[in-house]
């Protein structure tokens, strides 16, 4: 019998198999090694293989297209309901297959080499900036051990490392130098790298025009919008901005029940990395709007009446309404002429 769609569970180096025909009868049940699975769908006529969205999926999902199959990426937080009794890998990847097929499944959009790529900046940046705050963090503990304590920020930061690079500041023992200098030559090096990385993504945000038109929204940097412009490189794929912020997380989490609304903090779900950027974003807006509040008379109004980090998420929400409406739509952000109401 001929198969016409697969739930395809995969891993590292053992993938199981489920298919079924056109009468929905399991036609084969079967665990593949890495090696073996490309050799496996070549020797299949085109059908349907549904994937969860999970790391190494989007890889795959590029290579099976290349052989003629309809691939589908779901979350797999939608594929767990579809899951019988106990979890093992031939259960997900009937779970899979079963989940595939439904009309209400959403679906990921499968990206490209070139996003993937792209992406992979952002995730190495924000690695290497953890890892400098890691660095920053120990060399301040050390050196307060001793009874050095220097001001918050860079500058902070910049006369720590002339303290240990000074061989004739008595106030550092010679072992406390020897073990903090390993550390400033490891802090010098990461910002040197990371240095290297914003300088790629300059690059990326100006060959994008995409990219450019997100600049323009208040909040939204370079980084902010080459990632989200790598990230969405299909904006249709939702419906409104609302969608689009649903996905990054920044709409409330609901828990209504017998026609009772309640709406709790924000769910947090999709790109964590997005949501992050864009929060963020929005607090720097909100300083600026501190500091002259006849700039953003709306934010002015709104942060005399709630705290200022719900004010943070709702701009973050309605930045990224605007972003979506720009990718949709094209032109650039026009700021709003709004008087202050009394």
Known sequence: ?????????????????????????????????????????????????????????????????????????????????????????????AAICEAVRRPTMRFV????????????????????????????????????????VAAMGDKGVTELLMIVADEDDGRLPVEARASLALLAAQLNALQMLIGSLEKQIKMQHRANPASQRLETIPGIGIIGATAIAATVADPTVFRSGRDFAAWIGLVPRQESSGGKHKLGSISKRGDRYLRRILVVGAHSVLRRAMEKPGKYPWLTQLMARRPFKVVAVALANKMARMAWALLTYGGTYRAPRLSIVP
């Open 109 to 148: 959009r499968i990206k490209s080499t070139d996003q993937q790529c792209q992406l992979m900046q952002h995730r190495t940046r924000d690695l290497m900036m953890r890892q400098r705050t890691q660095l920053i963090n120990a060399l301040r503990a050390h050196l307060a051990e001793l009874g050095i």
């Open 1 to 93: 019998m001929q198969i016409t769609t697969i739930g395809l569970d995969i891993a590292k180096n053992v993938f199981q198999v489920h298919g079924i025909d056109g009468n929905e009868t399991v036609v084969v049940r079967k665990q593949l090694r890495r090696g073996k699975l490309i050799a496996f769908f070549e020797s299949l006529a085109p059908c349907l293989v549904g994937i969860e969205a999970c790391a190494t999926a989007h890889h795959w999902a590029r290579e099976l297209t290349r052989l003629g199959h309809q691939v589908r990426l779901m979350p797999a937080k939608d594929v767990k309901a579809y899951v019988k009794r106990n979890k093992n890998d031939a259960a997900d990847a």
